[in-house]
């Protein structure tokens, strides 16, 4: 850009150099020679032409312009021969007529109504300059005529015993060639401001086009800063290729970051399905004994009052510590996957064939979008359920008052994709990024396991889940599921129609 605009300016700079140091000289020039050369020959003329008028003794108010004519004519006739296309002419103010001898560089004889004509011209082109010089009193030197016919002319008053009786003026034309090169000149200044003028509003637009891209780059980092997921806006030029490097380095970074989280979560997963594991079997015996001495109560004190209330509470909560002892054990030690052919659509119409009473109870419409073209996948059929039921129940429970679950099935690129979207609450974003954790839970009551053995059920058939959220709209969940799964590790595959693969 530096080059284009220095290349740019090269010509009206250069073409300025010229004017100052060689144009203008060469015009200053030919005009002081011609200025003082018509001076010459204007002031010896003058001076004995009013040597003359004071021998006749004539006073100057009084004087006639026939004799002025005739004096000046024996004056400068003389002079004509030798200066060869240099015009003499006296003006008489009184009369406000002209008397010219000589000519100018003629190219062609003239008819007498030509010469009229040209006299008249003379007279209207040189008129003001006379005028001026009367008023004034003094000499002047100037130039006449349109711009392809120039004549420089030096006037000076004719004064008589302090009286201006008469003007006179020696005049020359101009070479073509001079005015045509003066010509040239205004064209090349009004060029060259011309070139400066455009160069001038380019430059100004470059700058303003830089500093906007500068400035909504700045504005992009600034946001980017904040959130590594907000990319430059698209820009052109040499800013566009800075924004599209620095997007590419955020995605990599994004999807490093996404990558790293999956590793701390799996990492966190399996140290707590470890834990979880082992506590539940710490559990689970004296559970088992609990449930035997309460099998035993009921044979041995059958005949006390009221045993049967106590031992049926004490069934109750055995029956729910072993649920919760079973969730820990799923969780931590998945069980073999037990896969088939099955239809999405068909596990999603019997998850809400045994979960329509809650629905109804909680006031929540279900609309169904389920594509009929969907292929069957291959997939443990429980594990897709639970994952099914766990994300129904908590939409649910996230519209206390009733409200609406869309789901949606669809097929793409050999995945079949479910979307749950409910009208509830929604969840906070600093929430939202640990609902997969275990044992996180919102609620009074639970054990915030259910979305971690979903999320641990999906990622076992290869699939995916993610969550949109917003505080006034509600929630979205949409799991991904391979129409062909790579089962990950923490569950065998079983073959459940004995083809032997």
């Known amino acids: 850009m530096v080059i284009i605009i220095a290349a740019v300016l090269l010509i009206p700079l250069v073409a300025l150099m010229y004017d100052i140091f060689f144009a203008s000289r060469t015009d200053e020039v030919v005009f002081l020679e011609k200025e003082q050369r018509l001076e010459a020959l204007a002031k010896s003329t003058n001076i004995e032409f009013s040597r003359n008028l004071e021998s006749l003794g004539a006073e100057p108010e009084v004087i006639l312009s026939s004799i002025l004519n005739s ?11 030798a200066n060869s296309g240099i015009r003499f002419g006296l003006y008489v103010p009184r009369t406000d007529k002209i008397t010219i001898l000589g000519f100018l560089h003629n190219y062609r004889n003239l008819s007498q109504e030509e010469e009229a004509q040209r006299e008249r011209e003379i007279f209207t082109n040189t008129k003001p300059g006379l005028i001026a010089a009367e008023m004034g009193n003094e000499p002047l030197f100037r130039i006449s005529g349109s711009w ?3 004549v420089v002319e030096y006037i000076s008053p004719v004064v008589l015993r302090g009286n201006v009786v008469a003007v006179m003026w020696v005049g020359e034309r101009l070479n073509p060639f001079f005015y045509e090169s003066s010509f040239f000149g205004r064209l090349v200044r009004y060029f060259t401001f011309g070139v400066l003028a455009l ?12 500093t906007t891209g500068v400035e909504r780059l700045k504005q992009g980092l ?8 907000h990319l430059l806006p698209e820009m052109s030029g040499e800013l566009g290729q800075v924004a599209r490097a620095v997007n590419r380095m955020a995605v990599g970074l994004s999807e490093k970051e996404r990558l790293e989280d999956q590793l701390r979560q799996s990492e966190h997963l399996i140290a707590l399905g470890r834990l979880a594991t082992g506590v539940a079997h710490e559990l689970r015996n004296p559970i088992g004994i609990i449930k035997i001495l309460v099998e035993l109560m009921k044979q041995e004190y059958s005949q006390v009052i009221g045993i049967e209330e106590f031992t049926r509470a004490i069934d109750e909560q055995v029956d729910r510590q072993d649920m919760e002892i079973q969730e820990l054990l799923d969780f931590g030690r998945p069980t073999k996957a037990s896969v088939k052919e099955c239809s999405v659509n068909d596990l999603i119409n019997c998850v809400l064939s045994f979960l329509a009473a809650m629905l109804r109870k909680q006031r929540v419409d279900v609309i169904l ?6 292929s069957e996948i291959l997939a443990d059929t429980e594990k897709i359920k639970k994952a099914f039921v766990n994300i129904i129940v908590n939409a649910t429970e996230a519209m206390p008052a009733g409200g609406k679950l869309d789901i949606i099935t669809k097929e793409t690129n050999n995945m079949v994709s479910i979307s749950f979207s409910d009208t509830g609450e929604g969840i906070p974003a600093e929430e939202k990024l640990r609902i997969f954790d275990p044992f996180y839970t919102t609620k009074k009551t639970g054990t915030g396991l259910g979305l971690s053995i979903t999320y641990q059920n999906i990622k076992l058939h290869g699939g995916t889940i993610e969550v949109y959220s917003d505080l006034t709209k509600g929630s979205t969940f949409i799991i991904n599921l391979p129409i062909i799964p ?6 065998d595959l079983l073959d459940t129609k004995n083809s032997g693969n």
């Open 148 to 150: 392809d016919d120039q």
């Open 199 to 210: 160069v001038m509003i380019g430059t100004l637009i470059i700058i303003r086009n830089l």
């Open 369 to 374: 979008q389920l594509d009929d073209k969907l």
């Open 71 to 81: 004096e000046f004519t024996k004056v400068a006739e003389p002079q004509v021969p």
């Open 486 to 491: 790579q089962f990950c590790d923490g569950g």
């Open 222 to 229: 600034e946001n980017m800063e904040k959130d590594i997921h």
